[in-house]
């Protein structure tokens, strides 16, 4: 094996797990919040996959644009949606009963895609989609490097919202202890709306960075759906920085994995990480103190 070959999967990896990062922050936001289990959010990444196919055949322009018109929509959807749908459910099955809920919305949208666009398989002609970069000898693609820096500035924007404004200190406040944050006068129910509208949002960025270097089909959220519920438990349930360490991890362990076993069996190693973590660490290897913490 060579080195430049071994450079290079490590710096696919880490951008793979960038990517991972981005699509995995709204499943923490879901579950952080309100305890659910949003198996329909990978089905908005393949929706937002295609809006941005159907914007680029019917403008020309590129893809990045659709986030424009994208970005707001979904999230008003998720406001909608958890007003009037997640929180009609009763709070002692409401785990259990948001699987099944957010199962039939993906089942929903996946045969929406079907109807309107067909089985077929869509890919967006960039014109950039064959240049890449050489660093240190090592070939990087131009639309991996794109979808990095929009998961980079995504994930950026995401912290500073949370960190550093009122919302975004109610949003932590609900996360960490809901109680008590009503006491104090936060309007709880209302930034459970808004936080699932985030996390929806990043669903629309995510799919939009998803498209730029990925053959799109409608069932293939199902595909996505078993590595980032694995991102989340390895990295800690309800801990974004967890998840996205967690993330990098698993993404960079499966380019590398990649070059003995090949893309197939190198996906295993999300489901290895699941089941050690359930066994050894249920809580998470990255949450606790730093869920808390954040």
Do not use: C
């Amino acid at each position: 094996m060579s080195g430049s070959l071994l450079l290079q999967s490590l710096i696919l990896g880490i951008l793979l797990g960038g990517l991972y990062a981005l699509l995995a922050a709204g499943l923490t936001l879901y579950f952080g919040i309100m305890r659910v289990v949003m198996i329909a959010h990978s089905a908005f990444l393949i929706l937002a996959a295609y809006l941005a196919w159907w914007f680029n055949r019917e403008t020309g322009m590129d893809p990045l644009v659709s986030l424009v018109v994208t970005v707001p929509l979904f999230f008003l959807t998720g406001v909608v949606m958890q007003r009037l749908l997640v929180s009609r459910l009763k709070p002692l099955t409401l785990t259990m009963m948001s699987v099944l809920l957010t199962f039939a919305v993906a089942l929903i949208i996946e045969g929406a895609l079907g109807f309107f666009f067909s089985g077929t398989q869509r890919r967006i002609p960039l014109p950039y989609a064959s240049a890449s970069i050489e660093v240190f000898g090592a070939q990087v693609p131009v639309v991996k490097l794109i979808a990095f820096g929009l998961a980079a500035v995504a994930l950026a924007g995401l912290f500073a919202l949370l960190k550093y404004t009122k919302f975004g200190q109610a949003l932590r406040a609900t996360i960490q202890h809901p109680e008590a944050a009503r006491l104090v006068g936060i309007n709880t129910d209302r930034v459970a709306g808004y936080g699932f509208g985030l996390g929806l949002a990043t669903a629309a960025i995510g799919g939009t960075a998803l498209s730029l270097d990925a053959t799109i089909y409608p069932s293939l959220h199902w595909h996505w759906i078993g590595p980032l519920m694995a991102i989340i438990v390895v990295g800690g349930l309800g801990s974004i920085p967890g998840a996205a360490i967690a993330a990098l991890v698993l993404g960079i362990a499966q380019s590398l994995l990649q070059l003995p076993l090949g893309p197939t069996w190198a996906q295993t190693v999300f489901y290895v990480a699941l089941f050690a973590t359930l066994m050894f660490r249920p809580q998470g290897f990255f949450g606790g103190r730093l869920a808390q913490r954040f």
